[in-house]
Structures are given as structure tokens and as C-alpha cells.
């Protein structure tokens, strides 16, 4: 679509131009490059535009005449429209998202525990205030209870994470295979979240169930890793979780990698990139990774001038590929929409929500609280009610919650990248604002410049 196209112009006729240019248009230069793109998330059109092309679009937004095949090309991809046709479309793409995520499949988050043996220097939860309260039977058998007859009916998955879910202990063992065992009466696919400290020991506990995958960190190799991601008390972890990477590799539990970033750590991604694909890992259709921004989620570190922001990072990614084009095959960063639309060939559909909060993702923890999502939950502030000792529900909070959407978020309804970013994540817009139905802006428009040169056109040099 992007690459064998006719021109958007071939005549030089001029008219007077009465459509609208669409509020949903994403126009700019590619990054090192002379050509534009323009993208319309809600007609589903993206296009790549030679310098000529570029600058008749940017003279037009200026309020100069264009050619006559260039308006009616432009028209014919939505990109200029009628303002009424338009918002009905928009009504009934929304309407269209909202039907499909009422069927979407449910991520319910189960905390067993806030401990850890860890001491990473960047943990979120390090000044929570934990109860005394431990996980039993009781509690779990409470759980289980209640998802089953919340969300009867939904498709859902389970994905256990902490603190350290799987802590070497008879006790913890003992816990997590008694709830596997009711995962599987549950017919529940599994994820764990885990440090992977003690992958080796749990291989074959994780085999008895319905395992999905289990998200490992790690942050570089050998001594960065270690100098981040270290036991309590002080002590190397690399070696360890490279070996139950491994043994989950070699017993068939399918493993997503994840390596958490900023400016500490950030130059050694090619590194391990390489350590992966020399491991044979990015080979093995059981493997997958993402990269994580460290991030300021609910106190302010006092470290913070380490993080990148969201497009520091990915415009230092995009050179580190430049440089290392073989991190491709250990990560493909999204650039928002545009590894979609590479991949594809289409963009994804309108995203009015990027938000799952108490639509498809919930968080419950061994105390018996419900939280929004993993970004919440332990936080007291942010309970939602209670599945133990007793069901109760707080219907306010929960509403809002279910209610944001880039529809309910002022800000939203006049920024042409609503329907590629979807509002942002509500626990960081809560945490910045006070509100939930505030924004989390994300640079839709400078990653699709990084995604189009690197997806499209670096791709034909």
C-alpha cells in the first residue's frame, strides 16, 4: 500500500476546496528523509508522500489551492471530509471498539505476595505499607470464587505476579501449586511474572498447569544486570536466571523477556540482543521480548534524571539500531502504529481506549482487596472493594474507571492522535492530576516519524 502506489496527484487543474481537512490526520517529515507520511486512524488510511506531494499538503494547510486529482485523491482516503459524514463514522467506529472489548478476553492479576528477594534499585512498591496477613487456602479457594462468578461467561486468563510470586519455600510451593490446581478446574491459562531467581526450581510446579508464557527481567548482561537487579543483602543474579530461562526453554514454557530500561542500562541493549540470539532464544518460537521504560509510577525516585523519556527512548533505540540493525531480532519496537501497518499492511483499528483499568484487566491481591490493574493494586487508596472475607464493591470508583475513554477526556476531543494513543494509561494521568479521566499523552506523532523511516524507509535504501 505504501511502497507501489499511483501518485496522490498527476493533474495540475486548481479548485476551490470545500471538504475539511479531517481532525484525525497525522501529517509530518519522515525522519531522515525528504518524504512525508500522513496517517488517519479512523478511515484507516496511511500514506507516504514524495517531497512534491508533501509540500502541496503543507501549502493547502496553509490555505493555498492544490490540484484537482490530489483534493479528490485526498478525499477518496478520508483524509479530507465532510464534518457530519465524519462524526457519524466516528459514533459508529466507537460503538464497533466498545461491542468488541465487551468481548474481549479478561487479564485478572492475582498478588500472592508483596515480599521479595530482590532488592532492584528501581522497585515501585518498596515504600508500600504491606498488612501481616499471608496468603492461605482460604483466600485463594475466595478468589477463585469470585472470578468465577464476576466474570462467568468471559474469556479470561490468569497472570500471578508480586513482589516475587515464586519464592524457594515449602510454604510458597505449596501455595502455588494449590493454585494451579484450581486454575486448572477453572480451565484458566496461567502467566507469572516473575524475577526468575528460581525459575529452575518451579519448572516443574509450572508444568502442571495451562502456562501462557512467564515474563522474566532482565536488564543487561552479567555485571549491568547485577549493578540493577540484585538479592536482598547484596548478591549476583544473571547466572541464576539465565538458567531457568533456560530449563523453561527446554521443558516447553514459553518465556517473554523483558528488559527494563534507562539511561544506565541503555547501551548495553546491543548486548544483549547478541547474548540472545548467540543463546539460540530468538529462535525458539517459545521466546518473545519487550523492553520496559523505567518510569516514575507512584513516587518520585531519586534517581530520576536516569529515565528517559517516552521518545528519548525510542529515538535512541531507533540509532542503536541504525548502528546494530541485528536488535531487530531480539526486539521490534511498535513506533506506535507503524510496526502494525508494516506488518499488516493496514493500520489497527481506532483505538478509544488504551486504558484495560476494570474494563478488561483487574488486580486482586492475598488480602482480599480488588484494585483497577497492576499499576494500583497493593496501593490502600486505590482499593475498589474486597472478594475476602466478604464481597463489597465500590460502585463510584469502579465507574469511573470503566467510564474513561478518550470520549470522557476533555483534552482528548480536539487532538487529531486521540484514536492512536487512546487517552494514555489512567493510573499515571490519575497519579499526575488526581483525575482518571485526565490524560497521558503519548508522542504519536514523533514515533510515527521514527516508524516510518525505520519500518518503510530504511527498509528500500
Not at 505499607?129 to 499471608?134: A, G
Not at 493454585?179 to 496461567?190: G, P, T, Y
Not at 481506549?353 to 483497577?372: H, L, M, V
Request: proline share 3%; net charge negative; hydrophobic share 35%.
Amino acid at each position: 500500500m505504501l511502497k507501489h502506489r499511483r501518485p496522490l496527484w498527476v493533474a495540475t487543474i486548481k479548485i476551490f476546496i470545500t471538504m475539511t481537512y479531517s481532525k484525525h490526520n497525522i501529517f509530518s517529515r519522515i525522519v531522515g528523509s525528504d518524504n512525508f507520511f500522513i496517517v488517519n486512524p479512523l478511515s484507516g488510511s496511511a500514506d507516504i508522500l514524495n517531497p512534491s506531494e508533501g509540500k502541496m499538503l503543507h501549502d493547502f494547510l496553509h490555505g493555498k489551492e492544490i490540484p484537482e486529482v490530489f483534493h479528490e485523491n485526498l478525499k477518496e482516503k478520508g483524509y479530507l471530509v465532510d464534518e457530519k459524514e465524519e462524526g457519524r463514522l466516528y459514533r459508529s467506529k466507537y460503538l464497533d471498539f466498545i461491542d468488541a472489548r465487551d468481548g474481549d478476553e479478561v487479564q485478572l492479576f492475582f498478588v500472592p505476595n508483596y515480599s521479595c528477594n530482590f532488592a532492584c534499585t528501581y522497585c515501585y512498591q518498596d515504600e508500600y505499607t504491606n498488612t501481616k496477613q499471608e496468603l492461605t487456602t482460604e483466600v485463594i479457594d475466595a478468589f477463585f470464587r469470585y472470578i468465577n462468578h464476576e466474570f462467568a461467561g468471559r474469556k479470561k486468563y490468569l497472570t500471578v505476579f508480586g513482589g516475587e510470586p515464586l519464592l524457594n519455600s515449602t510454604k510458597q510451593k505449596g501455595l502455588i501449586v494449590y493454585m494451579l490446581k484450581l486454575a486448572n478446574e477453572s480451565n484458566l491459562e496461567v502467566c507469572f511474572v516473575t524475577n526468575g531467581y528460581t525459575l529452575a526450581e518451579y519448572t516443574d510446579i509450572l508444568k502442571s498447569a495451562h502456562i501462557r508464557e512467564i515474563q522474566v527481567t532482565l536488564d543487561g548482561i552479567g555485571r549491568v544486570h547485577d549493578a540493577r537487579r540484585f538479592l536482598k543483602g547484596g548478591g549476583a543474579t544473571f547466572e541464576k536466571i539465565v538458567t531457568g530461562i533456560d530449563a523453561c526453554l527446554q521443558s516447553g514454557l514459553p518465556v517473554n523477556l523483558r528488559m527494563v530500561i534507562d539511561k544506565e542500562n541503555m547501551d548495553g541493549l546491543p548486548e544483549m540482543a547478541r547474548f540472545a540470539i548467540d543463546k539460540g532464544w530468538t529462535g525458539n518460537a517459545l521466546f518473545k521480548t519487550q523492553l520496559g521504560r523505567n518510569y516514575e509510577l507512584h513516587h518520585c525516585q531519586a534517581t530520576a534524571e536516569k529515565l528517559f523519556s517516552r521518545i528519548s527512548l525510542y529515538e535512541t533505540i531507533y540509532n542503536q539500531v541504525r548502528e546494530h540493525p541485528y536488535i531487530l531480532e531480539f526486539y521490534k519496537p511498535a513506533y506506535s502504529i507503524s510496526k502494525f501497518l508494516a506488518e499488516n499492511g493496514s493500520l489497527p483499528d481506532p483505538l478509544f481506549d488504551a486504558c484495560p483499568a476494570c474494563k478488561t484487566e483487574w488486580a486482586f491481591d492475598y488480602s482480599g482487596q480488588i484494585f483497577s490493574c497492576t499499576a494500583t493494586v497493593g496501593k490502600a487508596d486505590e482499593s475498589l472493594g474486597t472478594f475476602y472475607p466478604e464481597v463489597s464493591r465500590k460502585d463510584e470508583m469502579i465507574a469511573a474507571w470503566e467510564n474513561r475513554d478518550v470520549t470522557s477526556i476533555a483534552e482528548c476531543s480536539t487532538c487529531n492522535m486521540q484514536l492512536a494513543c487512546g487517552g494514555g494509561c489512567g493510573s499515571v494521568a490519575k497519579n499526575r492530576t488526581g483525575h482518571v479521566c485526565s490524560t497521558d499523552c503519548r508522542p504519536v506523532k514523533e514515533l510515527l516519524e521514527l516508524g516510518f523511516s525505520a519500518y518503510f524507509e530504511q527498509k528500500h535504501e
